[in-house]
């Protein structure tokens, strides 16, 4: 997930009427290093004028040298400063909601006692009817410990609501599941793997979410094995599933064959390790990887991975794809000529994608362009659909190959909120089980309500 290191606020000015007083404000905002979004007007009388100015800065000492301007604006006098980004997470920004309105003693009976305990003992006989008349056939857990939380590092599983709150919005908004945000207060693998395994009966999936490495291919490796149903850590397979469409769409813009192309995988974290996986799987040709971790590099030669390093990567590699978390590691006199290069830590990525595109770089891009929200949701809608016991590599690779499909004329990737692009994902990812033969026989595609 991208992480815009940027600050915002909606500052509240009223100006005098007076010729230039706007004018001024706007360039003393710009001068101190400001920049300006939306401007709404409130109220206008003779002699004062009152605006909602929308301010970003890149830093607190910035915002305090714009906030100060535009106090020191002759005729202007600031209001209020807010930010709305807080605001808007206040009480969270998630809750379950009932689907029926209880208003009479008969829905009452109905949906509690007496009536329920026909359905109770109805699922009591056959378990698999529970899909039919429980929520568990649209519930996702999402899963996190707190120690791999954006790029803030271990910031605890309680810092790291927020995140999990929004993966539960986009799932909802996006492909209708109910995501649930479950925080563990553990780092022990064995208590996190024990814990999810004891709550998994609530869901129908489980997603694991801002896990570190290298405890997070164990974690979810044992879930799976454990679990009849699909279990996917997000930073892994989401990121590679989008990384690999956004390198479908870019070869084709630059005329090259993937199949063909020298790949070099820097970085060899959850995502690092998931990327290069896939696009060898994909390629049938082996990914050279670098990382100053030598389990990370073991790892990743396990998986079929050559080791290398960064400097040999830039002068062999056609395709170079950085999840790092470095800023700038990527000097520009390294970039080769034709090269395809994703820089894709955030906030900030190895090298700017101008830079790389004004040294040689056939197709250049960020993090910022390249977002695991485009995955997720239609995979689980898809998993959960088919009713399939796991998320396989070539269900994962039907979602990377939908996405590109689906990438309008220009673009690296489709627009994260078009619908149509995460429905069409979910039926290819529960096509693909389907002809697996793993998916159970009451499959009916995602149809929004």
Request: proline residues 4%.
């Given at each position: 997930m991208?992480?815009?290191?940027?600050?915002?606020?909606?500052?509240r000015v009223?100006?005098?009427?007076?010729k230039?007083?706007?004018?001024?404000?706007?360039t003393?905002?710009?001068?101190?290093g400001?920049?300006?979004?939306?401007?709404?007007?409130?109220?206008?009388t003779?002699?004062?004028?009152?605006?909602?100015?929308?301010?970003?800065a890149?830093?607190?000492?910035?915002?305090?040298?714009?906030?100060a301007?535009?106090?020191?604006?002759?005729?202007?006098?600031?209001?209020?400063?807010?930010?709305?980004?807080?605001?808007?997470?206040?009480k969270?920004?998630?809750?379950?909601?009932s689907?029926?309105?209880?208003?009479?003693?008969?829905?009452?009976?109905?949906?509690?006692?007496?009536g329920?305990?026909e359905?109770?003992?109805?699922?009591?006989?056959e378990?698999?009817q529970?899909?039919?008349?429980?929520?568990?056939?649209?519930?996702?857990?999402i899963?996190?410990?707190?120690t791999?939380?954006?790029?803030?590092?271990?910031?605890?599983?309680?810092?790291?609501?927020?995140?999990?709150?929004g993966?539960?919005?986009l799932?909802?908004?996006?492909?209708?599941?109910?995501?649930?945000?479950?925080?563990?207060?553990?780092k022990?693998t064995?208590?996190?793997?024990?814990t999810?395994?004891a709550i998994?009966?609530?869901?129908?999936?489980?997603?694991l979410?801002?896990i570190?490495?290298?405890r997070?291919?164990?974690?979810e490796?044992?879930?799976?094995?454990?679990?009849?149903?699909?279990?996917m850590?997000?930073?892994?397979?989401?990121?590679?599933v989008v990384?690999?469409a956004?390198?479908?769409?870019?070869?084709r813009?630059?005329?090259?064959?993937?199949k063909?192309?020298?790949?070099?995988?820097?970085?060899?974290?959850?995502?690092?390790?998931?990327i290069?996986?896939?696009?060898?799987?994909?390629?049938?040709?082996?990914?050279?990887?670098a990382?100053l971790s030598?389990?990370?590099?073991?790892?990743?030669?396990k998986?079929?991975?050559?080791k290398?390093?960064?400097?040999?990567?830039?002068?062999?590699?056609?395709?170079v794809?950085?999840?790092t978390g470095?800023p700038n590691l990527?000097?520009?006199?390294?970039?080769?000529?034709?090269?395809?290069?994703?820089?894709?830590?955030?906030p900030?990525?190895?090298?700017?994608?101008d830079?790389?595109?004004?040294?040689?770089?056939?197709?250049?891009?960020?993090?910022?362009?390249?977002?695991?929200v485009l995955?997720?949701?239609?995979i689980?809608?898809?998993?959960?659909d088919?009713?399939a016991?796991?998320?396989?590599?070539?269900?994962?690779?039907?979602?990377?190959?939908?996405?590109?499909?689906?990438?309008?004329?220009?673009?690296?990737?489709?627009?994260?909120?078009d619908?149509?692009?995460?429905?069409a994902?979910?039926?290819?990812?529960?096509?693909?089980?389907?002809?697996?033969?793993?998916?159970?026989?009451d499959?009916?595609?995602?149809?929004?309500?």
């Amino acid at each position: 997930m991208a992480w815009d290191q940027k600050i915002l606020r909606i500052v509240r000015v009223r100006n005098s009427q007076k010729k230039g007083v706007l004018a001024k404000l706007l360039t003393a905002i710009a001068d101190t290093g400001g920049s300006i979004g939306s401007m709404v007007l409130l109220t206008e009388t003779s002699r004062h004028v009152v605006r909602d100015i929308t301010v970003t800065a890149d830093d607190e000492k910035t915002l305090a040298a714009v906030l100060a301007a535009m106090e020191a604006n002759e005729g202007t006098r600031i209001i209020e400063v807010r930010d709305e980004v807080l605001e808007l997470h206040q009480k969270g920004k998630i809750a379950i909601r009932s689907r029926y309105p209880i208003d009479s003693l008969t829905t009452l009976r109905r949906v509690y006692t007496p009536g329920v305990a026909e359905v109770c003992m109805r699922i009591a006989k056959e378990p698999s009817q529970a899909r039919l008349y429980t929520s568990i056939s649209h519930m996702v857990a999402i899963i996190t410990d707190g120690t791999a939380v954006l790029g803030l590092g271990d910031i605890g599983a309680v810092a790291g609501m927020p995140v999990m709150e929004g993966k539960a919005m986009l799932m909802e908004t996006l492909v209708g599941l109910s995501g649930i945000p479950i925080l563990l207060n553990t780092k022990d693998t064995d208590e996190i793997i024990n814990t999810v395994a004891a709550i998994a009966p609530t869901f129908a999936a489980i997603q694991l979410e801002d896990i570190s490495a290298p405890r997070c291919f164990e974690i979810e490796q044992r879930l799976q094995s454990m679990l009849d149903k699909p279990v996917m850590h997000d930073d892994q397979h989401g990121t590679a599933v989008v990384s690999t469409a956004a390198l479908m769409v870019a070869t084709r813009e630059a005329g090259m064959d993937m199949k063909k192309a020298v790949i070099g995988q820097v970085g060899l974290g959850a995502a690092g390790q998931a990327i290069g996986q896939m696009l060898m799987r994909l390629t049938g040709n082996p990914v050279y990887g670098a990382d100053l971790s030598l389990e990370a590099l073991s790892r990743f030669e396990k998986a079929g991975g050559v080791k290398s390093s960064l400097k040999d990567i830039m002068a062999n590699c056609d395709i170079v794809v950085a999840t790092t978390g470095a800023p700038n590691l990527i000097k520009p006199e390294m970039v080769r000529k034709g090269q395809i290069i994703l820089a894709l830590s955030n906030p900030n990525s190895e090298i700017d994608p101008d830079v790389a595109l004004e040294h040689g770089a056939a197709f250049a891009a960020d993090g910022k362009s390249v977002n695991n929200v485009l995955g997720f949701p239609g995979i689980f809608r898809g998993a959960v659909d088919a009713n399939a016991p796991q998320i396989t590599q070539e269900m994962l690779v039907a979602a990377a190959e939908t996405i590109a499909s689906m990438t309008p004329p220009g673009e690296l990737v489709p627009s994260p909120l078009d619908k149509k692009v995460h429905r069409a994902v979910a039926r290819a990812v529960a096509e693909t089980a389907i002809r697996q033969g793993i998916a159970r026989a009451d499959y009916v595609p995602y149809v929004e309500e």
